[in-house]
């Protein structure tokens, strides 16, 4: 499961060059609400990546472990976010939690399913 959990830290690799993409390229054509919007889209491409390349050269010994690896790196994303927003940028809990809201428009939670279900759907596409 270490193997894993280190493995998370590559998913943070290419989270940051869609962070990069989305400041360099588009922000300023959309906005900031559409680039955040836009780049849940982009980061579910770019993740997909590397949880490919850890799934097809590490593959996992059963669909339980999938689903494990998954919510841990929902823990560990939303740990990581977390820290950032409120230690990092000094925002409240409030903001936070502003960045889950669905129903205002907010697309990070789609973020936090792909990064829990691609584990899994990786593993069963190469059973």
């Keep these: 499961m270490i193997v894993y959990t280190l493995g998370w830290f590559l998913l943070l690799v290419f989270a940051f060059i869609n962070a990069a993409v989305r400041e360099l390229v588009y922000k300023n054509a959309t906005g ?17 990546i590397p949880i490919w390349a850890i799934v097809r050269f590490k593959p996992f010994e059963n669909k ?7 919510l ?16 990092g940028g000094k925002d409240s809990f409030e ?7 669905l129903w205002k428009g907010e697309c990070w939670p789609l973020l936090l399913i792909w990064i829990g279900l ?10």
């Design 95 to 101: 903001t936070f939690w502003e960045v889950h809201s």
């Design 118 to 127: 691609a584990p899994f759907l990786f593993y069963k596409s190469f059973r």
């Design 72 to 87: 841990i790196w929902i823990l560990l994303t939303e740990t990581f976010e977390f820290t950032m927003i409120v230690f």
């Design 64 to 70: 339980k472990q999938a689903i494990q690896v998954g």
């Design 32 to 48: 900031e609400f559409l680039s955040h919007q836009i780049s849940v889209f982009t980061g579910m491409i770019f993740l997909s």
